[in-house]
């Protein structure tokens, strides 16, 4: 029987949550094809006809949540035509936490990429690409916090330039202890607060 486009997508998009599934749960240099095809309920030639090898699968799942991401984030208008910059700054890292809270894809690709694996080897040039987006996101920081400044909405003597990495470093380590917590303890309560805060003591 002939396969339609949407039959191979369908097949494609099986492949990539049984893999990130798999990954969660193994992490990713202790996973093989084998047992993505396991999980997905299909055969081997299946998966290699989708992706060549366990990197193609991992960046394929790594871009398609990213993308995902990367537009709810786009949604707080960075830029220079909003009225409150530091608004959209604080909406903008705020996607995050919405992403990890309400998503269950977005929660374990995070996990995933941030705990369970290692970027050596041919993995470094996935690490490349992920720090790529971190610096196109950075770039954007900048200008909204460049626009609150030339609208005096900034505290004197910031640095529009070095407050962006800084809110970079912050998400970063918040995601990345977020998803530590599983128990909720400590940093996921707080989360919240900590953002409107970290984007509060910013105020002029």
Same mark, same amino acid.
């Given at each position: &029987?002939? @396969?339609?486009?949407?039959?191979?997508?369908?097949?494609?998009?099986?492949?990539?949550?049984?893999?990130?599934?798999?990954?969660?749960?193994?992490?990713?240099?202790?996973?093989?094809?084998?047992? =993505? #095809?396991? #999980?997905?309920?299909?055969? @081997?030639?299946?998966?290699?006809?989708?992706?060549?090898?366990?990197?193609? *699968?991992?960046?394929?799942?790594?871009?398609? %949540?990213?993308?995902? &991401?990367?537009?709810?984030?786009?949604?707080?208008? *960075?830029?220079?035509?909003?009225?409150? /910059?530091?608004?959209? %700054?604080?909406?903008?890292?705020?996607?995050?936490?919405?992403?990890? $809270?309400?998503?269950?894809?977005?929660?374990?690709?995070?996990?995933?990429?941030?705990?369970?694996?290692?970027? =050596?080897? $041919?993995? #470094? $040039?996935?690490?490349?690409?992920?720090?790529? !987006?971190?610096?196109?996101?950075?770039?954007?920081?900048? *200008?909204?916090?460049?626009?609150?400044?030339?609208?005096?909405? +900034?505290?004197?003597?910031?640095? /529009?330039?070095? *407050?962006?990495?800084?809110?970079?470093?912050?998400?970063?380590?918040? =995601? @990345? +202890?977020?998803? &530590?917590?599983?128990? !909720?303890?400590? =940093?996921? /309560?707080? #989360?919240?607060?900590?953002?409107?805060?970290?984007?509060? &003591? @910013?105020?002029?």
């Amino acid at each position: &029987m002939r @396969r339609t486009k949407a039959d191979t997508e369908k097949t494609r998009q099986q492949i990539l949550d049984a893999a990130r599934k798999v990954f969660a749960e193994r992490g990713v240099s202790r996973t093989s094809l084998e047992q =993505v #095809a396991e #999980a997905a309920r299909l055969s @081997r030639g299946a998966i290699y006809w989708h992706f060549a090898n366990k990197i193609e *699968l991992f960046s394929a799942m790594r871009e398609q %949540v990213a993308m995902d &991401m990367f537009e709810r984030m786009g949604a707080a208008q *960075l830029g220079e035509d909003v009225e409150d /910059p530091l608004g959209a %700054v604080r909406d903008s890292i705020l996607e995050i936490l919405r992403g990890l $809270e309400s998503d269950e894809r977005v929660r374990e690709a995070f996990d995933i990429l941030i705990l369970k694996c290692e970027y =050596v080897g $041919e993995f #470094a $040039e996935v690490l490349a690409r992920i720090l790529q !987006s971190a610096d196109a996101w950075t770039d954007k920081l900048t *200008l909204s916090y460049a626009h609150a400044q030339r609208r005096g909405q +900034l505290r004197a003597g910031l640095n /529009p330039q070095l *407050l962006a990495v800084e809110s970079r470093s912050f998400i970063f380590g918040l =995601v @990345r +202890l977020w998803l &530590m917590d599983v128990g !909720s303890a400590t =940093v996921r /309560p707080q #989360a919240w607060d900590m953002i409107d805060t970290h984007v509060a &003591m @910013r105020r002029a």
